[in-house]
C-alpha cells in the first residue's frame, strides 16, 4: 500500500474508532477483497470465510480504537485480525475441517495485490527485506508462511515435519529478532 492510501486508511481507522459508520463502510469496501481472500485460503469455503469476514469487520468497529500506525500497517493490522478469526474459526470446526484440503492458491479469486507485493510499495520493504534475510532459511520461511500467506503453526509443523512448539518457537524467535533490527 503506497503511503497516500496507507494514511488514508490510518484515518479512516481513526474515524471508526470515533463511532463513524460511513468510515467503516469505506474500510470495508477498500479492504474486503483481501481480508477475504486471506479468510477463505484459511478456511477453504465460501461460507465460513463470508461469515468470518463480518466478524472481522465487528470486530474492527469494536477494536479500532487499539489501532497504532506507529506499530503497523492499517492492512497488516487488519489482516491479523481476519488470519486470527479465521483461525479461531478453524479450531472450532474441529477435525473434519483441517481433514479438508485447502484450494490451491489460484482458485482464490483475490484481485488485489497480496501483503508482500503491498510491501514492495512502502519505503519500509528494503528494511524489512533486509531483516528477513538476516534469519536463518526455515525461520524466514515460517514467518512469510503464517503471517503474509495465512497458514496456521499447525500446518507448518506438519509440513516442516517438526514438532508444534518447536515452530511456534521458531517462530517467537525470529520474530523477536525482526523487531530487534527494525527497532535499529
Known sequence: MNDISREHLASRLRAVAARDQAALREVYELTSAKLFGVCLRILATREE???VLQEVYVNVW?????????RSSPITWLAAIARNKAIDRLR???PRAADRP?????SIADGAMDALSRLEDSEQHQRLRACLDDLEPRTRSAIVEAFYGGETYDAL??????PLSTMKTWIRRGLIALRGCLDR
Open 157 to 162: 509443523a506438519q509440513r516442516g515435519n517438526v
Open 62 to 70: 469494536n477494536r479500532a480504537a487499539s489501532f497504532d500506525p506507529a
Open 102 to 106: 485447502l484450494p490451491e492458491d489460484d
Open 92 to 94: 472450532a470446526l474441529g
Open 49 to 51: 470465510a463470508e461469515d
